[in-house]
């Protein structure tokens, strides 16, 4: 759940920049270059960061083991899994 909120929250926030960032700057001479500096800059900081946080995410939750397994390298590493 946290993973969906956080991704949200970041697109949100690129979202923002991009919509809103051209706005500090209006009534400049190059308007259509600075909106295209803040919407490409925006959509590629998105980018960098979401690549960045979901290749994160496969070592953070950790293998899948079922019991056995567990029990094989626990014995293997000389830590026995006391029953009960």
């Not at 590629?44 to 496969?58: D, E, G, P, S, T």
């Not at 056995?68 to 014995?75: E, F, G, K, M, V």
Request: proline share 6%.
């Amino acid at each position: 759940m946290e993973v969906f909120l956080t991704i949200i929250f970041f697109t949100i926030f690129w979202a923002a920049v991009a919509k809103y960032g051209p706005i500090l700057f209006t009534k400049q001479p190059h308007d259509d270059l600075v909106r295209c500096i803040f919407v490409l800059t925006a959509v590629v900081c998105w980018l960098f960061w979401l690549c960045c946080y979901l290749a994160q995410l496969n070592p953070l939750l950790g293998p899948k083991l079922n019991g056995n397994t567990i029990r094989i390298i626990a014995s293997s590493w000389g830590n026995p899994i006391k029953e009960g």
